[in-house]
């Protein structure tokens, strides 16, 4: 069974710290995604590789990093914790071929305090 | 600008009725995909259906079935005969031509199937 997995289901970490978020696929997909999921404004791309090494910003990039060092994981930083963090994150890949649709993780809902 | 609308954002049903999801949304490009996802309480978005910008036809899969209407930018979703297990947020999601690797989500619609 295909899968994308996403290392935490839960997390609580304080303001200021520096967060990793870890996302692995074993679909051998060339490109892999990172989603924040909040009420009311649906899912919205923080970055994405289509790559290894390569990375680009989506739409709300402010306070994030990545890197994708291997094809098979995907890494969403978050340099320095804010509560305006606080969320559910979800990491999804997808094969080259066009619009090939997502296979996303369960994610990981992230509280900081 | 939101690429995709799904103007509502909880429909509550009684087991057994049809429940229609609506999703409206916005492009330029002549070539664009159009997806549903399913997501249950345990999180994880289950892809539904794909649906290419020149392939009007509606398509049906069991309860399930979707109606295409580029006249109307829309790419509506009913549930037949819904069950609790229904239950879950939707979210119609956009790809375009011009940057196909992308989806552009909706805010989703949350549908409740009380028993």
């Known amino acids: 069974d295909v899968k994308v997995t996403q290392s935490s289901r839960y997390l609580v970490k304080r303001t200021g710290e520096k967060v990793f978020l870890e996302c692995v696929q074993d679909?051998?997909?060339?490109?892999m995604f990172w989603y924040r999921q909040d009420p009311g404004l649906g899912l919205r791309l923080i970055y994405f590789s289509y790559d290894v090494k390569m990375k680009e910003k989506g739409d709300i990039p402010e306070g994030y990093s990545v890197s994708r060092e291997k094809k098979e994981r995907f890494s969403l930083i978050l340099e320095s914790a804010s509560t305006n963090q606080t969320s559910m994150y979800l990491c999804a890949s997808s094969a080259a071929a066009r619009a090939h649709g997502y296979t996303f993780g369960s994610g990981t809902r992230l509280t900081v305090v | 600008a939101q690429k995709v609308t799904q103007a509502q954002t909880e429909i509550s049903v009684v087991e057994k009725e049809d429940v229609t999801l609506d999703c409206v949304y916005e492009?330029?490009?002549?070539?664009?995909?159009l997806f549903w996802y399913k997501q249950p309480p345990s999180g994880e978005l289950v892809f539904l259906i794909r649906?290419?910008?020149?392939?009007?036809q509606n398509e049906i899969s069991g309860r399930y079935s979707w109606n295409f209407q580029k006249s109307t930018s829309s790419f509506n979703f009913t549930i037949t005969a819904s069950q609790v297990v229904d239950s879950a947020v939707y979210f119609c999601a956009l790809s375009e031509g011009s940057n196909d690797y992308k989806l552009s989500f909706g805010a989703g619609t949350t549908v409740t199937v009380r028993a």
């Open positions: 679909m051998d997909h060339e490109n």
């Open positions: 649906r290419n910008s020149f392939d009007e």
């Open positions: 492009t330029r490009d002549t070539t664009y995909y």
